[in-house]
């Protein structure tokens, strides 16, 4: 599956964001979905994750109360809406997708997005 997000930007801390992963193919809801994100000189970290068919998902504790992740499968797209934004979320966000829900919480998944910025300023 190829993987292509969307939707970051430049927005001011408290503000808010709906991310956009649009996958191809059509077999979309065969796949956990999750998002990651990577800050300039730290790691790769966990963000969210959601099943198949949206009924599990889970979230890091740096969004949980923050950010919800959800899908529609009509469309081939899994968002992930972020509010109450604060300066340490700027990262690059990436999507992932998987046929295995664990690997897409330990970031082992097989397909990734190109990733896309988001800066939120204090």
């Known amino acids: 599956v190829q993987l292509q997000a969307s939707g970051g930007g430049l927005v001011q801390a408290g503000g808010s964001l709906r991310l956009s992963c649009a996958a191809s193919?059509?077999?979309?809801?065969?796949?956990?979905m999750g998002w990651f994100r990577q800050a300039p000189g730290k790691e790769r970290e966990f963000v969210a994750a959601?099943?198949?068919?949206?009924?599990?998902?889970n979230y890091a504790d740096s969004g949980k109360g923050r950010f919800t992740v959800s899908r529609d499968n009509a469309k081939n797209t899994v968002y992930l809406q972020m509010n109450s934004l604060k300066p340490e979320d700027t990262a690059v966000y990436y999507c992932?997708?998987?046929?295995?829900?664990?690997?897409?919480?330990?970031?082992?998944?097989?397909?990734w997005g190109q990733g896309t910025q988001v800066t939120v300023s204090s």
């Open positions: 992932v997708a998987d046929g295995r829900y664990g690997a897409v919480l330990d970031g082992s998944g097989g397909s």
């Open positions: 959601i099943s198949r068919y949206g009924g599990t998902t």
């Open positions: 193919g059509r077999t979309f809801s065969s796949y956990v």
